[in-house]
């Protein structure tokens, strides 16, 4: 998959609000963090995309090829999601299973399901819960699981809906060697955040999303520069640039280390 | 959808009617269909139900729950259709299953007395907000634990559903065909029953903490949002419904 | 006395094996924020569900020592009567959504009439505090049917409209925008002023850093340290615990930009930049 597609999307949950009119969105290669105000629609949108809802209006593409008349499960072969609430993606009682059931459900064997799952399991550094119910979990490790059970469908999309929340430091260096790794697998990546931290640190392009627009779509070191439209949409800059302005630097600081290097070479 | 309720918004006299009346209501019909346990007599409340329904423009929305309780009773028919120990009026048969008169006839006040059950039910849950229904319970002075027992159960149908739409799109968002002609519904329809319940379990688990830590079993006295509403000719249908109740007693003990 | 008493507090579920609180002792005094902080499972929520009384109430298995909430023992008194003291702020929002009621509205109002609140007093109260949480606008809508962000703002505006003296939050802001989760730590600020109390679970160690008067570090249940914000993360083995400190305090330790006297290192932008312009 190279290139996934909405164009003139429009939605609405109940007839006198609507969360899109006329959206156009383009996703490729480049990893890309949505940010955007609490209700901004950002979950709508990856629902949309999933085919779990159906916009009233306009045209979802993979490739050049419109993905209107598949269905959720059969675009589940090529596009995971994971969810916002974990409680609302686990059902099995058990995590291997858990994390077994996409596989099995898109076509793999028993043996690659499981194969696939403990590596899963493994890369979010759970394996030793293998056979723990994960409602006996704490809410981290249920997030995990949640992402463990995407990752083992190795589908050529992955949407994560704010992966980052409730992670400790490891968690997120964790979700971060991931999504580095995806990458690295030439697949598409998308990801929801209210971490601005980790959005400048790890995507390499930002879109802000507000009120069900596009209001900053570009190079994630160009869009954090822009405190003001930041601000309108509700965000703030990374811990990085506002140390870096408090100090009187302008430069478009995003990375500790740049900063740090920075301020080295100054003295 | 995910609302915990099986409520059905409407503007009609049986909405505006007291939670009270309605649960009055239900213990009426029901008591009713025992004390003149005859076809015709239920066919009579089986008829005021089903008006009710159509007047508290509920009838549409109580055909799913009817027809799910439709399952059962076809159930019992055929239990007693052919088991009744009564049996020996031989009515007619079905290649090798014959069915006999008294058996279809125990089986029929069965059916219809369900019927009345589901209907009277379905009037009251579908045309009351449930925190009206249990604000309404606690204001008349039932403890506030049994209330949260009520409300758990109240709860427990309109959960289920909230979670059978909760766990069917966690299912096709990983592969799970849910969607098309009525065998691929079906098919996906048995997968999912597991899941929903343990889930809806838990989720009543959860519940009950979140209602337990806004100190609703609390025992002191409980304040309202909404001013207690005025209802119409409270006593009036109150007193109408005991005296029909009376007047079946007497029609049976003296008729 | 103090507001919360903890003593060798021990814990475990029912089907684990080891202790997931491990002979914790602590207090805290009344109108001050604690920070709690450690990595993942370190349990963290465990320790917020035993000052609120959930466990033992609710979660049962193995329990030792002894948690005082405003002079109740929490062990011997029933959740009902614990809750008019304390308030819980759930990791996951949709934990705290009771079903009871169909509207925002009345989501916020429901601990309010449980608490006897007079009907007069409601209406302020709950607008208050929808529009500190910035959650007016979706007032009349079911509160499952909100995002993510928005139903945790209802949870927070739920719990602290029924103003509780101790004020337990657990991770209130993980789903919050920027702004939302700036204004929740202000509103804390001030609650604290007013003589609330408070518990704050966090990853957000600058936040920690500028509003928790001490901080607790818990690692596998157990009690690391207890001390200022500066102290616990200037902390060189900090990292040993699974938590990082604040985007400043490792730009100042990489940097060693310290405090000349007690060699500890600053925790906000203000104390970095004060201190880098003193040399
Ligand atoms: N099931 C639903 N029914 C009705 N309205 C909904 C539903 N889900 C979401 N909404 C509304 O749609 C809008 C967008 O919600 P969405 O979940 O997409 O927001 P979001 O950007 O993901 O927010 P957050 O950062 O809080 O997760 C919100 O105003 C929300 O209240
Ligand atoms: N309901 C439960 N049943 C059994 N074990 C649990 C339950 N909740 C949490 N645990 C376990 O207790 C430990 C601490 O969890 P928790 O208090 O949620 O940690 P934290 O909040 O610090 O992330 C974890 O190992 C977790 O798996
Ligand atoms: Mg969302
Ligand atoms: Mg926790």
Redesign the pocket.
Known sequence: MNRFKLKDIAFSYSPDVSIFEGLDLTFDSQTTAIVGQNGAGKTTLVKIMKGLLKPSKGTLSIDGESIADQTAAQLAKRVGLVFQNPNDQIFKTNVLEEVMFGPLNIGFSRFEAEKGAREALKKVGLESKVS?NP???????RKLIALASILAMDTEMVIFDEPTT?Q?FAGKEKIKAIINELKAEGKLILCILHDMDFAADVFERTVVLNQGEVILDGQTRDVFPEKNVLEKAYLEQPYVTQIAQALGYNDSFIHESELVAFLNNKK | MNTMTLYVERNSPIHRLDPLVKLLYVAASILLTYILPEPLYIGGILFVTFLLLIIGKVFRNSLPIVTLSMFLIFSLVIVQGFFHPDNVTELFAIGPLVFYEEGLYVALVLVMRVLVMVGAFSLLILTTATDEMVERLIKKGMSPKIGHVILSVLQLIPQMRATMVKITDAQRSRGVETEGDLLTRVKAFFPLIGPVVLNSLNETKERSIALEMRGFDSPMKKTFLNEAKQYPHNKLIAGLITGIVILGIVWRVFG | MSVIEVENLKYR????TTL?LDDLSFSVEKGECLGIV????????????ALAGLVPHF?KGAYGGKVTVNGLVVREHEIATIVENIGLVF?NPFSQMTGAKQTVYGEVAFGLENMGLPRKNMHTRIEKYLKLLDVYSVKDKNPFDLSGGQMQRVAIASVLAMEPEVLIL?EPTSQLDPQGSKDVFKVIEQLTGKGMTIIL?EHKMEQIAQYADRVLL?HE?KQIDLDTPEKIFSRLDLKEFGVRPPVVTSIAQALTIRYPDTQLYPVTIQEFKRLEEMK
């Open positions: 723990d409602y006996d979990l704490s809410l981290s490790e409730g400790d | 579920y029912p089907d684990t997931v450690g990595e993942n499972t370190a349990g963290k929520s465990t320790l917020c569900y979660y990791e657990d679970v818990l249940g």
